[in-house]
């Protein structure tokens, strides 16, 4: 009987192990991966609302600061604002003008890109809280705890 008792001690501790050095750490990747996503989104969006302010303001040439690394900026002075870089990934740029129709166009395209691309990224996170709970629901069993009794559990609704 002890023996049998220390198996299951040693497969509860292996399941722990599984969820905290496996489960956990992906479930960490994906949500970080997620807030990544979410913010690109939001830097895509300031950049939409930055290159809105320029067309409205209708001047040419633009004051700005730029960051040279390590948040150390510098005071710059753009001549022609009327053209624009902005990087595409991979270390490209795309570099054109820019009009509403412009603005409108890719912040559709890319913003639908990245929230189907999240949405990924939440199944794969609420399957990944799946497998914990199922790893967990089979450690309870394994142990030989038994459900809370239904008087300690309340509606949640």
Request: net charge negative; with cysteine; hydrophobic share 35%.
């Given at each position: 009987?002890?023996?049998?008792?220390?198996?299951?001690?040693?497969?509860?501790?292996?399941?722990?192990?599984?969820?905290?050095?496996?489960?956990?750490?992906?479930?960490?990747?994906?949500?970080?991966?997620?807030?990544?996503?979410?913010?690109?989104?939001?830097?895509?969006?300031?950049?939409?609302?930055?290159?809105?302010?320029?067309?409205?303001?209708?001047?040419?040439?633009?004051?700005?600061?730029?960051?040279?690394?390590?948040?150390?900026?510098?005071?710059?002075?753009v001549e022609d604002?009327?053209?624009?870089?902005?990087?595409?990934?991979?270390?490209?740029?795309?570099?054109?003008?820019?009009?509403?129709?412009?603005?409108?166009?890719?912040?559709?395209?890319?913003r639908s890109g990245?929230?189907?691309?999240?949405?990924?990224?939440?199944?794969?996170?609420?399957?990944?809280?799946?497998?914990?709970?199922?790893?967990l629901e089979g450690?309870?069993?394994?142990?030989?705890?038994?459900?809370?009794?239904?008087?300690?559990?309340?509606?949640?609704?």
């Amino acid at each position: 009987m002890a023996n049998n008792k220390d198996r299951i001690d040693q497969k509860v501790l292996q399941y722990e192990d599984f969820i905290n050095e496996v489960l956990r750490r992906d479930l960490q990747k994906v949500l970080d991966q997620r807030d990544s996503v979410y913010e690109k989104i939001s830097q895509y969006l300031q950049l939409k609302n930055t290159l809105q302010s320029l067309q409205e303001a209708g001047s040419k040439s633009l004051k700005t600061e730029v960051d040279l690394g390590c948040n150390f900026y510098v005071q710059a002075q753009v001549e022609d604002a009327s053209r624009v870089f902005v990087a595409v990934g991979y270390g490209f740029f795309s570099h054109s003008t820019y009009s509403h129709k412009y603005l409108e166009m890719h912040t559709f395209i890319y913003r639908s890109g990245l929230l189907l691309f999240t949405e990924t990224l939440t199944k794969d996170s609420a399957k990944i809280k799946a497998h914990i709970r199922l790893v967990l629901e089979g450690l309870r069993e394994l142990q030989g705890f038994s459900d809370l009794p239904e008087s300690s559990t309340r509606e949640i609704f």
